[in-house]
């Protein structure tokens, strides 16, 4: 009937955004003072302040979460605040959904009312289904209901997520255009409908690289408001990422520790933003950009690899041979066009730089 | 005067910031309600005497009050105005009464700024002193000192119910700031306010109390301050001078915009009149103009989404605390509204509302700008007269008077002042000459007044003009002629700004064929570099990155499956690069520039025609063995190669018949090759044969036959000499050419 209860335990591979993060959540409702919006847990100030971190009055700290401009934090947060739904675009590894878990979290204290979008999505997975049992046994009827998470978003004036938008097919998106701009789920089969009550939003993230897949219709588009998640901003605040989130995943894998690979690991960051902003670090020369998104997302896959190359066939130290045919791997994409743009890219900025002999050697090589 | 008395003591100190347009209708406030009987402006008193231009009805905001000294106008500085400037708003006020009251200005004379320093550009007022005003919005807990002047003073509404309050409340944070900060590394600013109250001393003596001063909010306290005047006067004594000249020209709201130089720094003048402008209800008017030019761009925005936008501008203001929706709220509930979160159609907005594209008028009647000033001076000098007539002109550019009239003359076609156009010379073709039609125009007069927005000389102007549209070209070929342009009018201080932007045109350019394009002229210009002696060196370093570029992606472009019309275009190009090259003198460039001609004549997948043409470049420089040409040749028109290819590949190799004559070598290559194809295969190879050797001229094709006729004999005449000349060279006959000679490479005598 409901949805399966969680064994909330601590055993939890991946706690909930709200489970894992209770104490903060309870502290800031209990200092937030600012008006909050029907059926909210909080102010719309103290969701941006959960998000962005901060230091309450009581003195506890509150973790950022989200480690990026404030404004878009702000925007998001303003729009669930509004009958707008918030979309969150951006290319993979620019934390949609991490965002998108803790919005929910913070807003309704529940990230679970949650549609994973796909190719295969059924249209019931955003409105209801049946229990065929029940409907057999007792006839058509509210029990023989199986709500889908919209729905009880609605039902009980939460918010509802949705992954991965684009990835469901357009007739099943469109499922969505009446419950956000007539805010109601209609039940023919019972002559019934579920209205939404107040503080039911949704949030939906998708990825704007990606648009091959099922382009949104711009009726849904218009109903909502979208904020596309940058890349990070500074070299420093990437190396910082890729280096924290490669060692995570070189523990998870066995991998042993290569603090050396720092300088690495800041080169392959340099590769990707200088390819992916079109212009050198230093500001002086323009750069065609590839084809390939280049995330930061990339950029930890090949250092992972990179790290796992040099664990099982070299000498366990990073070295710009281990992560060059990686880089090529990301770059080129489109045989052609790409490698144009990557030849050009060792040639004229590569080559000159000091400190980079080795590197552009182990990437002639593999690029040859 | 015409007010009641003024009940409080003291002049009225209307602190502002410059170009705000809260400032300017809370000014607009205070001087309705207190009336004053002179109002003082922060500005240069020589000035004044321009100031009754400003209620002329041709006069439109913005506009620049210029001051420069008399000889040297490049030594000036601007006092910029916008319709939302307090300044002008205080002009206006005083103007417009039906007593119309007295307006001075009363900051230093730019007569002592000018002789300080040489023009480092409008006065330091032209900003509000960033630092200081950082540390009280830091008090009040903003971390954007510009959004916190914003809320508290240029978002106040019109101040109604205290219009005076307002501006005593500033002035007090300001003295407190003062008081806190002092005025260290300010050595200027306690001149310039000595200067302002000796003015206001002589002010009080002709009106009294009851008159208004409009400065920058940072001298508000100074200028209320007791001091003596013989210790103001100590401060202005031995000031140095020079003697100084004024006038208006027009402004615009992007360089308004532009930081540093002659702009003000506001980055959101189209913002500012339109708050300014607006009767109520500001962000409702600002999103719905933005819809209207996002339609206009056929974007699809509806009034629901201007409703949206409305809504979350506000709620984001809320959340922030801030009284109003500023242009922040504004944009981002912009971006996330109607443009899909993208940045895109934001930087249209940006552009066009924002900052926007109004232009100042000046009137008719106003005093010339310098820039007509000094190119009279260069016309007087130059013996160079504004004709209406047309005449043309000729120039012989190897002596000074006819070079500086043509420098002159390509400056002055960079600012858009067509007086000369260029003319095909008639006779001579030698590249020392130039034919120019001249015809001035009346309205060339507007043209040299709009052109002084870039600068007071005309070498400055063209120069300042140069960098602008480097910066604004969108295509390649627009940069390599504005390089040129700029070599020919010898603006040698513009051509690094070119530059940049031609490398870094250049860089994104992803079609081979511009950048092959490109390189010839860049080549080009770089011999009439050294000729005109600039610096080559930077152009040299382009040209090098650009060659470096074409060496690393032509050979894909060409292997991209070109129909034949482009396979020509790009022949062409391999042709145009080849010489270039030759012309550059860089390391290593032509190694890579062989390999790239060995890669194409090698690869299966480039065009024919491209394939015989670099087979045939390579084999004249020397890089290709004659048996490895015979092989590619043999390769190229061998049975199984397609014919259309094979023919391209053969007219490629040989489509100048007179070298074919004339190098033996080239010849015995095609002759052994033909003579060796296997006789049920000839027929199959002679209509390609045809296709080139028919389009010869009869007479190559002539001495083509008798050579091949005399064939076997060529081992022999290699050795020997020609028919009709001796085995050796005479000398003395030889000598007899090089008097002529001298005379075609030196030119007449002078």
Redesign the interface.
């Known amino acids: 009937m409901t949805m399966p209860e969680n064994d909330r335990g601590a055993d939890a591979l991946r706690p909930h955004a709200e489970d894992a993060f209770a104490e903060e959540l309870k502290a800031l409702a209990a200092a937030d003072d600012r008006p909050r919006p029907a059926r909210w847990n909080l102010s719309?100030?103290a969701v941006?302040t959960y998000l962005l971190g901060g230091t309450l009055a009581d003195g506890t700290v509150i973790t950022p979460k989200y480690v990026g401009p404030r404004?878009i934090v702000?925007?998001a947060?303003?729009?669930l605040?509004?009958d707008?739904a918030l979309?969150l675009?951006g290319v993979p590894g620019t934390a949609k959904t991490w965002v998108s878990e803790h919005l929910a979290a913070a807003v309704s204290g529940d990230s679970t009312l949650l549609v994973q979008g796909t190719a295969g999505t059924p249209e019931e997975a955003i409105r209801y289904g049946w229990n065929y049992a029940r409907l057999l046994a007792h006839g058509p009827g509210r029990e023989a209901l199986v709500p889908s998470p919209v729905m009880r978003a609605m039902a009980e004036g939460r918010v509802a997520r949705v992954e991965e938008l684009t990835r469901i097919p357009a007739d099943v998106q469109d499922t969505l255009i009446t419950v956000l701009s007539e805010k109601t789920l209609p039940i023919p089969e019972l002559g019934q409908e579920v209205q939404a009550v107040r503080g039911f939003n949704l949030i939906a993230t998708a990825n704007d690289r990606d648009r091959g897949v099922n382009e949104l219709s711009?009726a849904l588009?218009?109903r909502f408001?979208?904020?596309?998640l940058p890349l990070p901003a500074t070299a420093d605040a990437e190396v910082d990422i890729v280096a924290r989130r490669v060692d995570q995943m070189g523990r998870a894998l066995d991998l042993p520790a290569a603090p050396e690979g720092l300088e690495e690991i800041r080169r392959v960051v340099t590769v990707f933003r200088e390819l992916r902003d079109?212009i050198t670090a230093d500001g002086r020369?323009?750069?065609?950009s590839p084809s390939g998104t280049l995330s930061t997302a990339e950029a930890i896959s090949v250092v992972t690899g990179g790290l796992a190359l040099a664990a099982h066939f070299g000498d366990g130290v990073l070295r710009p041979s281990d992560v060059a045919a990686g880089i090529l791997g990301a770059v080129v994409r489109d045989p052609?066009?790409d490698?144009?743009v990557w030849?050009?890219y060792l040639?004229?900025v590569v080559r000159e730089r000091d400190g980079w002999k080795d590197f552009y050697r182990a990437c002639r090589e593999v690029t040859a | 005067m015409s007010g009641p008395p003024p009940a409080r003591r003291g002049p009225l100190l209307l602190g502002v910031r410059h170009h705000g347009p809260g400032s300017a209708r809370a000014v607009r406030a205070a001087l309705d309600a207190a009336r004053p009987a002179a109002v003082l402006i922060e500005g240069p008193p020589e000035g004044d005497a321009l100031l009754p231009l400003a209620a002329d009805p041709g006069m439109r905001p913005p506009v620049a009050l210029l001051a420069h000294a008399a000889d040297d106008p490049g030594r000036a500085a601007f006092w910029p105005l916008a319709a939302f400037s307090p300044e002008w708003v205080a002009i206006r006020w005083a103007q417009e009464q039906a007593v119309p009251v007295p307006v001075r200005f009363i900051d230093l004379p730019a007569a002592h700024t000018l002789a300080a320093d040489s023009g480092t550009g409008p006065d330091e007022a032209g900003s509000v002193r960033l630092d200081p005003l950082a540390a009280l919005a830091e008090t009040a807990g903003y971390d954007d000192p510009e959004r916190w002047w914003e809320d508290v003073v240029e978002h106040r509404g019109d101040g109604a119910a205290d219009p005076l309050g307002a501006f005593a409340a500033l002035g007090e944070a300001m003295g407190a700031l003062r008081e806190a900060y002092g005025d260290e590394g300010r050595a200027r600013d306690r001149v310039r306010e000595a200067y302002m109250r000796q003015r206001m001393r002589a002010a009080r003596r002709e009106f009294g109390d009851g008159y208004a001063v409009v400065c920058g909010a940072w001298h508000v306290p100074a200028l209320g301050a007791r001091t003596t005047a013989a210790a103001d006067k100590a401060l202005l004594t031995g000031l140095p001078k020079v003697k100084v000249e004024t006038a208006w020209v027009p402004w615009t709201h992007r360089r308004l915009a532009r930081a540093g130089g002659y702009g003000a720094g506001i980055t959101s003048p189209g913002w500012y009149a339109h708050l300014f402008a607006a009767r109520d209800r500001p962000v409702e008017r600002w999103l719905t103009k933005i819809a209207g030019l996002l339609r206009e761009e056929d974007q699809q925005v509806s009034p629901a989404h201007v409703i949206e936008a409305v809504r979350l501008a506000a709620t984001l203001a809320a959340i922030r605390g801030r009284p109003l929706a500023g242009l922040t709220e504004t944009l981002e509930a912009v971006r996330a509204v109607m443009c899909d979160g993208s940045d895109v159609p934001l930087a249209l907005i940006e552009d066009r509302l924002v900052i926007g594209d109004v232009l100042g008028e000046v009137p008719d009647g106003a005093p010339a700008v310098p820039l007509q000033r000094d190119l009279t001076r260069r016309q007087r000098s130059l013996r160079l007269k504004a004709e209406a007539r047309e005449r043309e002109l000729e120039l012989d550019l190897r002596k000074d008077t006819d070079a500086a009239k043509s420098l002159l003359l390509h400056r002055l076609r960079l600012l858009g002042i067509g007086w000369g156009t260029p003319a095909a010379s008639r006779g001579s073709t030698g590249t020392f000459r130039e034919t120019w039609r001249l015809r001035w125009d009346p309205e060339l007069s507007v043209r040299v007044a709009e052109a002084g927005i870039w600068g007071t000389t005309v070498e400055a102007a063209a120069t300042a003009k140069a960098e602008a549209d480097a910066a604004r070209a969108r295509e390649l070929g627009e940069v390599t002629a504005l390089a040129e342009r700029c070599l020919l009018a010898g603006l040698s201080r513009a051509l690094p700004a070119v530059l940049r932007a031609l490398a870094d045109r250049a860089a994104l350019d992803t079609d081979v064929a511009r950048l092959a394009k490109a390189l010839p002229a860049l080549a080009r210009s770089l011999r009439y570099g050294d000729v005109r002696g600039t610096d080559a060196s930077a152009l040299a370093a382009v040209a090098g990155g650009l060659a470096e570029r074409i060496c690393v992606a032509l050979v894909p472009a060409c292997a991209a499956g070109l129909d034949a019309e482009a396979a020509a275009e790009l022949r062409g190009h391999v042709e145009a690069v080849h010489g270039a090259i030759a012309l550059l003198d860089e390391e290593g460039l032509g190694e890579r520039w062989s390999a790239v001609l060995r890669a194409l004549a090698g690869r299966d997948r480039v065009p024919g025609l491209i394939r015989g043409r670099a087979a045939r470049l390579l084999l004249d420089e020397g890089g290709l063995p004659a048996q490895e040409t015979a092989r590619l040749m043999g390769l190229a028109l061998s049975p199984a190669a397609p014919p259309p290819d094979a023919a391209g590949w053969i007219e490629g190799f040989a489509q100048d018949g007179t070298l074919l004559v004339h190098d033996e070598r080239l010849l015995a290559l095609v002759d052994t090759w033909l003579a060796g194809v296997p006789e049920s295969a000839f027929t199959d190879v002679l209509p390609l044969l045809r296709r080139t050797f028919g389009a010869y001229e009869p007479g190559v094709k002539r001495s083509l036959g008798e050579l091949v006729r005399r064939g076997p004999a060529r081992g022999a005449a290699r050795g020997g000499a020609p028919e009709g000349f001796a085995p050796l060279p005479d000398p003395s006959r030889a000598d007899a050419v090089l008097p002529v000679l001298a005379l075609l490479l030196a030119g007449p005598p002078a």
Not at chain 1, 225 to 228: A, E, F
């Open positions: 719309p100030w941006a404004r702000e925007v947060v303003t729009t605040a509004t707008r979309l675009l711009s588009r218009r408001n979208t904020v596309v079109g020369t323009k750069v065609k052609a066009a490698r144009v030849q050009e040639e004229a």
